[in-house]
């Protein structure tokens, strides 16, 4: 008899909901209108500009996009291309050979399964070839209208920082996110940290120009380490 899967424990963020949802109106005011600033029409324009932006940034993306779009504006174009056709007009958003193996891939999917619609649920679209949870959750949650909250390295790096997450893995932190706030606010939620993270708590964070600081773990222990001073050392010599 096969065993039954043990659901997987969400270890506690270090944050409440009502914490975290303090945290995001702050940051929300921080950073207004926050949205992906990757260029798009439909959900197909947008899901091959996620695949894209892997290891990329959004800025080059959009550079190259507007002509892939042109040349192939639906799945139906694009799953009739050639990886060595595709690789040098995608060159620049580097790990061509794999994303192309990726678009090409996922429009054939789209067409031999969706009919050439972009499916509107997490458990179709990550089947589809090159995409994850969080280019699902990009997709669902601004071009399908369904509620997603993508977890990428600056959702990761500052939801842990700040404390309203605690986990290295981006599908607990996405669960942990979608538990403290309404489903309303899962992809704002995302956008905002997202900019947050490139603006102001980057690797090196720039804590002064926080608007969350006073509520951040990382900010707390920061301030506690530099509020301990070393004690001075002895001159040599000295008894």
């Known amino acids: 008899m096969a065993k039954r899967a043990v659901p997987r424990k969400i270890p506690k963020p270090p944050k409440s ?4 949802q303090k945290i995001m109106r702050a940051l929300g005011g921080q950073h207004p209108n926050a949205d992906t600033e990757l260029h798009f029409t439909n959900a197909y324009e947008l899901l091959v500009a996620t695949i894209l932006s892997a290891q990329c ?21 694009l799953a009739r291309a050639s990886t060595g056709q595709l690789e040098p007009q995608i060159q620049s958003t580097g790990f061509f050979r794999a994303k192309s193996r990726s678009l090409v891939g996922m429009a054939n999917a789209v067409i031999d399964e ?8 997490m458990e179709q679209l990550v089947k589809l070839p090159g995409v994850g949870r969080k280019t699902a959750n990009v997709v669902l949650g601004h071009a399908l209208g369904v509620p997603g ?3 990428d390295r600056h959702v990761l790096r500052v939801a842990n920082r700040i404390g309203i997450a605690r986990s290295d893995d981006p599908e607990i932190v996405e669960q942990q996110l979608c538990q403290a706030v309404p489903p309303a606010e899962w992809t704002r939620t995302s956008d905002t940290l997202i900019l947050h993270g490139r603006r102001i708590c980057k690797p090196r964070p720039l804590c002064d120009r926080c608007a969350v600081r006073t509520d951040c773990n ?3 222990k920061l301030t506690r380490a530099n509020s301990i001073k070393p004690p001075k050392s002895r001159r040599r010599g000295a008894r």
Request: glycine share 2%; aromatic share 10%.
């Open 218 to 220: 990382f900010y707390a």
């Open 114 to 121: 969706h009919h050439g619609e972009i499916p509107r649920s």
């Open 149 to 151: 909250l993508p977890v």
């Open 17 to 20: 909901a009502a914490e975290t």
């Open 57 to 77: 940034t959004d800025e080059r993306v959009n550079r190259v996009t507007p002509a892939l779009f042109k040349r192939y504006p639906n799945a139906a174009a």
